[in-house]
């Protein structure tokens, strides 16, 4: 291709996207709340022009207590909004709001008491006082309660309606509230006042909140500038994620807010251990967990929903239609100008270099694959283990945050191996692993940890509901039934060992000293392992029980 074609198809290029350019697109997009990192990264794609190179010009509305953005939406009002949870009720309920993306992958919301008040556990809320913010138990709520047996048994006795507002919980008005984690605690702490958490995180409800949506009317009309708006939006908050310290001056200085600069600077830095931009895609959605939401809120609601209605809540910006005759000939011509000229420059390359490049490429990706995954159980291996280990703990120490380890074995499986031959044993094996990986969440790490052991990594999980989903898992697979080579039906069994990771100090050892801060949490949940093991295995046990045993035999 010579130099003069090559300038004159640049230009072809440049005047047909020239032509693309019209009359900045004006949209409407309602926040939640007040003004606040919350919802930075709309803040950072103004402000750096990620809107702008879209075509887009955005309104930014504040929100308030007497407006239902769900509704602003649904009517047209607004074109774009942010909700939590409740915009799969409304889904249910037969409104069409589409979802665009989930900001945060874990939600902000908490229960919040005084130290004070001895509440320590779900099911310290018996004749308790619980303020929400819609003024009634929200699914994630019940869902909690649910699992200490609690929200049919040990319902609290008074439910009221609050805005987040501290004052009631100071007073003594009520007993729990329910508020933000990225909020409410920074404002506890500084008024001096000890408080206790209970996290959905910690039960294992993992509900996304602060969801970017629209209507399927908007959508249907507009999918090419919906498309734009997300792109844009998602830029924003890649950016403000990075740049916290860039975004709260502008915050401060253009967007009313009531905040002040500490508070925003602790905001950001909660909102990063709730977005988890840095194991999923920002903004990321998995339809199994939007089910797994959907099923929760049916199950707890008064009325009776279809779980069918959920279809096409979860935006697709394919073109389902015919599209427009000038957006079709304008990036048609473009699309088949840039094709043929990567086809005219792909023939000019030295087949020998072609097939090379395959042959390096196949063999780079055979051996990411070897170096990461046990090649007879499928999942990750040791070595891939270790290097989520080490991630999760430096993450755990800087964050303040706590994961748990749960150690698996195979009961008798020597035993087995002998009896029925390598083959079934490897079938074991590989059956055990899927159980094990398909148990787990798509945050977790679960791995082929040597022989017939296996072991998962659990971010934000206590030992507590490590141990229940250990117990799950134990029962599954006890459930499972096995056809030996000569038709005998086995039952194959494993035993559990669970640690939590103790913060920025190792747990300790059986012997009392320390161990170090990459092993310690591993050798616990071994030592618990072993435990189970020789107590008739097929058991789930705790280090910390152990660990306080030990303490009072010594």
């Not at 329910?178 to 294992?204: E, R």
């Not at 394919?318 to 699309?335: A, G, P, V, Y």
């Not at 117990?471 to 039906?489: H, S, V």
């Amino acid at each position: 291709m010579n130099l003069s074609l090559f300038r004159k198809l640049v230009l072809l290029i440049t005047m047909l996207v020239s032509c693309q350019v019209n009359a900045l697109d004006t949209i409407n997009l309602d926040l939640r709340w007040d003004h606040q990192f919350q919802f930075a990264g709309y803040y950072a794609a103004i402000e750096k022009g990620y809107y702008r190179d879209e075509g887009i010009k955005v309104n930014l509305r504040a929100g308030s207590a007497n407006k239902d953005n769900i509704d602003e939406v649904v009517s047209g009002r607004a074109d774009f909004s942010i909700s939590n949870s409740e915009l799969i009720l409304a889904r249910l309920q037969g409104k069409p709001v589409v979802a665009l993306s989930a900001l945060f992958q874990y939600s902000p919301e908490i229960l919040l008491s005084l130290k004070s008040s001895a509440i320590n556990s779900l099911s310290d809320l018996k004749n308790k006082i619980i303020a929400t913010n819609s003024g009634q138990l929200e699914p994630y709520l019940l869902t909690m309660l649910e699992m200490q047996g609690g929200s049919r048994g040990n319902p609290p006795s008074v439910i009221k309606k609050s805005d987040f507002e501290l004052d009631s919980l100071i007073t003594g008005e009520v007993d729990v509230i329910t508020s933000y984690l990225t909020n409410q605690p920074y404002t506890l702490n500084k008024m001096g006042i000890d408080y206790k958490v209970m996290d959905p995180q910690a039960y294992g409800i993992n509900f996304y909140s602060d969801f970017l949506f629209t209507s399927e009317q908007f959508m249907s009309k507009n999918y090419r500038l919906v498309e734009r708006f997300k792109r844009a939006s998602l830029r924003g908050w890649e950016y403000a994620l990075a740049n916290p310290d860039d975004v709260i001056p502008v915050i401060l200085a253009k967007y009313p807010t009531t905040k002040s600069a500490n508070a925003l600077r602790y905001e950001a830095k909660m909102m990063v251990t709730l977005m988890r931009n840095d194991l999923v895609e920002l903004g990321h959605i998995n339809p199994t967990r939007i089910n797994a939401m959907a099923e929760s809120t049916i199950e707890f609601s008064e009325q009776s929903y279809d779980l069918a209605s959920m279809d096409g809540f979860l935006a697709s910006t394919e073109d389902k239609s015919i599209l427009q005759f000038q957006w079709r000939l304008r990036f048609l011509l473009l699309f088949f100008i840039i094709a043929a000229c990567i086809i005219g420059l792909y023939f000019r390359l030295h087949k020998k270099l072609r097939h090379e490049i395959k042959e390096h490429r196949l063999l780079a990706s055979q051996l990411k694959a070897a170096v990461n995954t046990d090649p007879l159980s499928g999942i990750y291996n040791r070595r891939k283990f270790a290097k989520c280990y080490k991630h999760e703990t430096e993450r755990s120490q800087r964050y303040g945050g706590k994961f748990s380890i749960v150690m698996i074995d195979i009961d008798t499986f020597k035993q087995t191996n002998d009896t029925y031959g390598h083959e079934f044993g490897d079938e074991v094996i590989k059956k055990v692993a899927s159980i094990l990986a398909d148990g787990v969440r798509d945050i977790d790490t679960c791995a082929r940890y040597g022989g017939e052991e296996f072991i998962l990594l659990l971010p934000n999980t206590d030992e507590y509901a490590s141990g229940i989903l250990a117990e799950r898992l134990r029962k599954k697979i006890e459930q499972c039934i096995f056809i030996a080579p000569n038709d005998d039906t086995l039952t194959i069994t494993c035993s559990f060992g669970v640690a939590q990771f103790q913060g920025d100090l190792a747990p300790k050892s059986r012997l009392g000293t320390q161990n170090s801060q990459h092993e310690g949490t591993i050798s616990c949940a071994d030592k618990a392992l072993y435990v189970a093991k020789k107590n008739s295995r097929n058991r789930v046990c705790y280090w910390s029980v152990i660990s306080s045993e030990l303490e009072l035999s010594a």
